[in-house]
């Protein structure tokens, strides 16, 4: 199956739920595959008159991907075959694709640089869905209104208006054939209804998908038995089409034999043997003679077939399934599809699973081998036995362990990913973990430990007080490296926030790296120190961004440091617009009593104060902006969570490639108001696992078994649906407001001309 959304003109269905719902456990981030290559950010080539767009249409890219159409029909020349059609309503035009494999997937490219397969110059052309019909034409369906996007993108004048009604009496269908076609004479000359058995299962084989789908309806709402033998001859027949459709109706009719899906499975085509996959499927309780021939089939050289296979063998809990399904493993390591279906299957996960895992991988570290392991660690963990974890934990953080770096490193993040948190479950492991996190140098290894003792927490023991004592010794080692510094003082801060304030307030200082203080303010965040208020907010003049924003967080962590904070606010020690818009809005909305009602009177913006901001900007717009002082204000404000086209920043919000047709006027009004309205897919989520601890992030992937949650800290947090209490969507943006702060009238003329010129 493939399918779109609004800015993506083509997603593959890759992995059945049937699959995944078999293993629950197995943390999958998105059964779809995107498949174009040139990336999310589809630049579009419109050739319209006087188009229409409302205030925030992203003009130049896609953005109302609709009615995706694979042609399957001989009219068009070869090089159409396997094309799909996707409509783009909003500025007027078709796009189109050529799909091909690539592994278990697709990949899809333009079938021509900068130009669409169709582009109208009248403004009311909306392309929303297509047909192929049985001349082998594209029929494509244009709805013909002067306004289609939805009233949130529209200015207040239009939205009242009536255009938004003009076209409602009209539309259009369009009939595309290649030059020299002949005319559209069919409609007189389809009479399926009239048409014998025989008929139907001869246009089976037909290269056009109308008469294919049309014949195997009939004949299956005819329920005729006597098809069968015409059918049996067409799926041993010359088209592989005919093959296909015959196996399929036969299998709709109950008239489907063991003989004819083994014959399948040794097709010459590809195609067929892997829907043959499907059907022997269905039929191996009645028929565990085929489950033989399936086995046979480990080595295909087709990806797809494999990937199937696979999939099916995945129910078998045999010596022999178990066996095959680790070699096919092996050879497709590192296509990650290939993982989810291996994976997917319900078997038990233990300590002979890694050690068949590390069989498999050899001591070559890549990224697929890394996430394999990583996937082990996570299974074997969430199995929910205590003596295992125990085991596991102890083996990954012995000296004698034969496990190197990376391999520890990926199977110690898939364990903690797993792991309950539940001291009682977990503390036989923990006093190991620590001694193994103070002994390596591997920021990679060291950052999975603590991501175990999150689980394990740090209770008392001989093993506990010496990796304590040597973490207080090495966080203050000048000589020692940023990273692995702060990740000292992230484990300090674990075992006691109270009993190591001392050591961890003596690194907030401008002398000491970026890094080692934020690791340090955030270690307070967790004391019950009366006076970790004062201390950060007399601290506050000489603490860089990222250190502010680490303190941010202590402050407003308990009631009495918010008051503190809020005193700074009224003193204009701390500036309103530090604070930021996400936590504005905490204040004034989550908190109780004096403290809300106080946020809101030292916080809130007088009526009108916005809207006075924007309008100064807006007024400056006459004015010529500079490209190159406008990437430079770019990278220094709005790189941090965005790119454009891909570069000059990171890649956390939407890539900013999209606004380029913007007018200066919308995209100053939605950088300087943030909150009015949200991109689609960036909206802040919070959800509470059933430990009680809570997450917040943007909702990066949902999956019948998990969903994944992308944190300010651009961390990937996979959560199994099982530990998920509850989920609420905060509806707003992460984006904050007060960015006038960092930027003047001038660098958002230069900004918006960077922008607009990318």
């Known amino acids: ?77 070869a090089a159409y075959r396997h094309v799909s059609f996707v409509g783009e309503p909003v500025h007027n035009l078709v796009h189109a694709l050529r799909t091909v494999e690539a592994g278990p997937t697709f990949r899809a490219e333009r079938i021509e640089a900068r130009k669409e397969f ?44 009536k255009d938004i009604y003009n076209g409602n009496d009209r539309g259009r269908i369009y009939r595309i054939t290649p030059t020299g076609a002949p005319a559209a004479a069919w409609l007189q000359q389809v009479d399926l209804a009239a048409a014998s058995t025989d008929e139907l299962v001869g246009l089976l084989a037909s290269e056009n998908i109308w008469w294919r789908r049309n014949a195997q309806r009939l004949l299956l709402d005819r329920a005729d038995e006597s098809a069968e033998p015409a059918l049996v001859a067409l799926a041993a027949g010359p088209s592989a089409l005919g093959r296909l459709h015959a196996l399929w109706t036969l299998d709709g009719l109950g008239k489907l034999t063991p003989a004819l899906i083994e014959a399948a499975l040794r097709d010459t085509e590809a195609g067929l043997r892997e829907n043959a996959i499907v059907l022997a499927e269905q039929r191996l309780d ?145 006093g190991s973990v620590a001694s193994a996190f103070v002994a390596s140098t591997d920021e990679a290894e060291r950052a999975a430990y603590l991501a175990l003792l999150d689980k394990t927490g740090l209770p008392a023991s001989d093993a506990m007080a010496t990796a304590v004592a040597s973490g207080v010794r090495t966080a203050a080692d000048a000589r020692r490296l940023p990273a692995l510094r702060a990740q000292d003082i992230q ?58 924003d680490a303190a941010l967080d202590v402050l407003l962590e308990t009631p009495d440091r918010v008051s503190r904070l809020l005193d700074a606010v009224e003193a204009g020690t701390v500036q309103r617009s530090s604070i930021g818009w996400n936590r504005t809005v905490k204040l004034m909305r989550d908190w109780e009593g004096a403290i809300k009602d106080r946020a809101r009177a030292l916080l809130s913006e007088q009526p009108g104060e916005r809207e006075q901001i924007v309008a100064t900007y807006m007024a400056s717009l006459a004015g010529e902006g500079d490209v190159a002082a406008g990437q430079a204000a770019f990278e220094q404000v709005c790189g941090t969570c965005h790119q454009v086209a891909g570069e000059h920043g990171e890649a956390f919000g939407p890539d900013l490639a999209t606004v380029r047709h913007w007018s200066p006027e919308a995209l100053v009004a939605k ?20 430990s009680g601890e809570k997450t917040t992030g943007l909702l990066a992937a ?48 230069d900004l918006i001309a960077f922008l607009r010129f990318n």
């Open 118 to 161: 169709l582009a109208s110059r009248d403004a009311w052309f909306r392309p929303v869905s297509f047909y192929i019909g049985p001349d082998g034409a594209l029929y494509v369906v244009d709805y013909y209104r002067q306004i289609v996007e939805h009233p949130e993108w529209m200015d207040d004048a239009t939205r009242a208006s």
């Open 1 to 77: 199956h493939f399918s779109v959304s609004n800015a993506r003109p083509q997603y593959h269905e890759v992995i059945a739920n049937r699959y995944l719902a078999r293993n629950p456990l197995l943390p999958v981030q998105f059964a779809m595959q995107y498949t174009p290559e040139y990336g999310s950010n589809t630049a579009i080539y419109p050739i319209t008159d006087n188009p229409e767009h409302q205030l925030l249409t992203d003009r130049g890219m896609l953005t109302s991907a609709a009615g995706i159409t694979l042609y399957q029909a001989d009219l068009f020349p």
């Open 286 to 430: 009645a028929h565990p003679g085929l489950l033989a021939v399936l086995e046979s089939m480990e080595s295909d050289p087709n990806a797809r077939v494999r990937f199937q296979l696979l999939c099916t063998l995945g129910f078998f809990d045999t010596s022999d399934s178990r066996a095959i399904r680790q070699r096919m493993l092996g050879r497709d390591l590192e296509e990650p599809w290939m993982q989810v279906a291996a994976l997917s299957a319900p078997d038990r996960f233990d300590a002979s699973s890694i050690d068949d895992a590390l069989r498999v991988m050899g001591k070559t570290t890549s990224a697929g081998r890394a996430t394999y392991l990583e996937r082990i660690g996570y299974l074997t963990a969430a199995g929910k036995d205590a003596a295992l974890f125990t085991s596991l934990a102890n083996r990954l953080t012995g000296a004698s362990s034969g496990l190197i770096s990376w391999q520890k490193a990926a199977l110690l993040r898939g364990l903690a990913q797993g792991t309950p948190r539940n001291e009682a479950y977990t503390a036989g492991a923990a």
């Open 671 to 690: 950088i300087l108001m943030p909150g009015r309205s949200l991109a689609d897919g960036y909206e802040v989520w919070t959800v509470e696992h059933t």
């Open 702 to 749: 949902d999956s019948p078994s998990s969903l994944t949650l992308r944190t300010l800290a651009r961390q990937d947090v996979t959560i199994a649906r099982a530990d998920v209490a509850s989920m609420q969507n905060l509806n707003q943006t992460l984006m904050p407001t007060g960015l006038e702060a960092a930027l003047n009238p001038q660098q958002m003329v």
């Open 491 to 548: 484990f300090l801060s674990r075992h006691d926030a109270n009993a190591h304030r001392e050591v961890v307030r003596a690194l907030i200082i401008p002398t000491e790296q970026p890094l080692v203080q934020e690791a340090a303010v955030r270690a307070l965040q967790k004391s019950d120190d009366a006076g970790v208020a004062d201390f950060l907010l007399t601290r506050w003049p000489e603490l860089t961004p990222d250190v502010r």
